[in-house]
Nanobody
């Protein structure tokens, strides 16, 4: 069983930056693709970014492309989401997930509890 724990969320002003981290345990980290999803109040959960197990491939939602960067450190069993130029529309609970490299929720079998990101102004 794989456990995922997100951290790094918080309150930030529009235009600011945050880096989210997701630490994995209980499995072979490098064998999993990792993804980030988010869910804003009143909206369904949406894909944000994904990275393959070897970090050779990445994918981003159009709404975050050019502003967010996904990366991973397999030696530390951790995936990151660097978020720059944050907008109020980025306010959401952010979830990390482990599974097959893809852009859909069903591609991922393990999920973290989520971390709140709130962008003010």
């Amino acid at each position: 069983q794989v456990q995922l724990v997100e951290s790094g969320g918080g309150l930030v002003q529009a235009g600011g930056s945050l880096r989210l981290s997701c630490a994995a345990s209980g499995g072979t980290f490098r064998s999993y693709a990792m993804g980030w999803f988010r869910q804003a109040p009143g909206q369904e959960r949406e894909f944000v970014a994904a990275i393959s197990g070897s970090a050779g491939s990445t994918s981003y939602a159009a709404s975050v492309k050019g502003r967010f960067t996904i990366s991973r450190d397999n030696a530390k069993s951790t995936v990151y989401l660097q978020m720059n130029s944050l907008k109020s529309e980025d306010t959401a609970v952010y979830y990390c997930a482990a599974g097959i490299y893809g852009t859909y929720e069903y591609d991922y079998e393990y999920w973290g509890q989520g971390t709140q990101v709130t962008v003010s102004a």
